[in-house]
């Protein structure tokens, strides 16, 4: 999904400037992500001869790993769930808050004034958009009654007027301006800023962890999405409570909420 999610991102660029975009390897282009991560198996991995290794080699790998644990408690279907936990929501908050980490060390692992002031820039915006994410947050906890995400969605049961995103629908607006800003994109891209910071915190980087810490912010855009499919669309119920609506399986139905949000980043 991280992989493909890169192809996607980049046709829907293509298709609203009118452009092609990746079109050459394989039909439509969607052997590209393989082509684009097999180039970067291959390349050498560059480590600065001032760097901290451990930590600069950690970095990455913090930031990816801490992206794909934060689904073991993501709802795709009644009952499938890794941890239907209690303090879903407090374990993605905490989870989410230890992404910065990664990005902090590395700033700072790189020995470079230009990844370190990229790494202050991204943890300052992070941190601060987490707080208005966390806000939203107790506003959905309010109507559910629970911190357990499988009951989040149970409770907006009924059909679609009794999904989240109506009554709350500012909070769902101002959660999604987060999500943009807690995954560094447009117009949030403040930290990546090439005409004064190079590419921000990960400057030095090369070859797979350079590849780690694109796949740790695409697995992120797409947690998010899961995160506003779960709290604001329902999670896995249909739109509407009868026939053929009811045949189709919850999780495709999860799928789908998460590739609207994700299109709707990608347009952004």
Request: glycine residues 8%; hydrophobic residues 60%; neutral net charge.
């Amino acid at each position: 999904a991280v992989a493909y999610m890169t192809y996607v991102d980049r046709k829907v660029w293509a298709a609203i400037q009118l452009r092609r975009g990746p079109n050459v390897v394989g039909p439509f282009g969607l052997l590209q992500p393989l082509a684009d991560g097999l180039k970067l198996l291959l390349k050498e991995t560059i480590i600065p001869a001032g760097a901290n290794k451990i930590l600069f080699l950690l970095a990455p790998m913090i930031t990816f790993i801490t992206a794909l644990v934060a689904w073991a408690v993501v709802p795709f279907d009644s009952g499938w769930v890794l941890a239907d936990i209690n303090v879903g929501i407090l374990y993605l908050f905490a989870i989410s808050s230890l992404g910065v980490y990664g990005i902090i060390i590395a700033g700072w692992a790189s020995n470079s004034k230009y990844a370190f002031l990229g790494a202050l820039r991204s943890a300052a915006q992070m941190v601060s958009y987490e707080v208005s994410i966390g806000f939203v947050l107790i506003t959905v906890l309010l109507c559910a009654g629970s911190l357990n995400l499988s009951v989040i969605v149970q409770s907006q049961a009924g059909g679609i007027w009794h999904w989240y995103f109506l009554p709350l629908f500012p909070m769902f607006v101002i959660f999604f301006i987060s999500a943009l800003a807690e995954t560094n994109r447009t117009p949030f891209d403040l930290p990546m800023s090439e005409a004064e910071l190079v590419a921000g915190f990960h400057t030095e980087y090369s070859a797979m962890p350079f590849a780690l810490f694109f796949l740790g912010e695409y697995a992120n855009i797409i947690l998010l999405s899961g995160m506003g499919a779960v709290l604001f669309l329902g999670g896995w119920l249909p739109p509407l409570e009868f026939a053929p609506f009811t045949w189709i399986p919850g999780v495709v139905w999860f799928a789908l909420k998460i590739a609207f949000l994700l299109f709707v980043f990608s347009w952004t």
